[in-house]
Structure formats: C-alpha cells, structure tokens
C-alpha cells in the first residue's frame, strides 16, 4: 500500500474541497482506510473511516454531516468530500489504511500513511 493525497488547498468559510488518497499497490481493497488531519500545534486526530467495502462509515463529531468519505475500489481511490467548511477545519488531512476487518480512530490503529494535503480555510 502506498498512499497519496491530494486536493487540498485554499478556500473560503462555506465552500467545498474534495480530497483524493490514491493507492499505487495492490491491496486497497482489502483495508480499512480513513482521513486523520492535523493542525498547527495540535495531535493528529480522526476525521472518518471506511470500510474496505464501502459499506461502512464512520465520522468524528466535528465534520458529521458536512464531510462524506467514499472510495472506488476499481481506481484504489479513496475520497473526503468537505462541506460548508470552517476554519477549524484548516488542517494538513492525511489519508490511512489499516489492515484490519475493524475501523479504528486512532492513529497507532493504521498501517500505512500518505503524505499529506493541506486545507486552509479563510474566515
């Protein structure tokens, strides 16, 4: 697994980012894989996660109902679509995978991480 993310970039309180994790092996199918983000001077923390099907997701309290994460297993693409952002939601977001049947919400749960993608968003 090999990740890498991209689609970050700078936009306005409301608007909307959609962010791509892509995987260059083989084994994208086969994981758990989620978004983590980290802004300046705080700890890496949870976004959301999907199950390797796509079946199942699960969102931290702060972007429910306006982030939706989905992946495309036939591209070994995994995406984070952000709405009405905030702009504590400025952040480098990082994309995951966790080779596990069980999703996870902390970084040590993860196996593989991408390099990064930064979002600022301007009040």
């Known amino acids: 697994v090999q990740l890498q993310a991209c689609g970050g970039g700078l936009v306005q309180a409301g608007g909307s980012l959609r962010l791509s994790c892509a995987d260059s092996?083989?084994?994208?199918?086969?994981?758990?894989t989620g978004w983590f983000r980290q802004a300046p001077g705080k700890e890496r923390e949870f976004v959301a996660t999907?199950?390797?099907?796509?079946?199942?997701?699960y969102y931290a309290d702060s972007v429910k109902g306006r982030f939706t994460i989905s992946r495309d297993n036939a591209k070994n693409t995994m995406y984070l679509l952000m709405n009405s952002l905030k702009p504590e939601d400025t952040a480098i977001y990082y994309c995951?995978?966790?080779?596990?049947?069980?999703?996870?919400?902390?970084?040590?749960?993860?196996?593989?991480w991408g390099q990064g993608t930064l979002v600022t968003v301007s009040s």
């Open positions: 999907i199950s390797w099907s796509g079946g199942a997701t």
């Open positions: 092996g083989r084994a994208f199918g086969s994981y758990y």
């Open positions: 995951a995978a966790r080779g596990s049947m069980y999703y996870g919400v902390r970084p040590s749960q993860y196996d593989y």
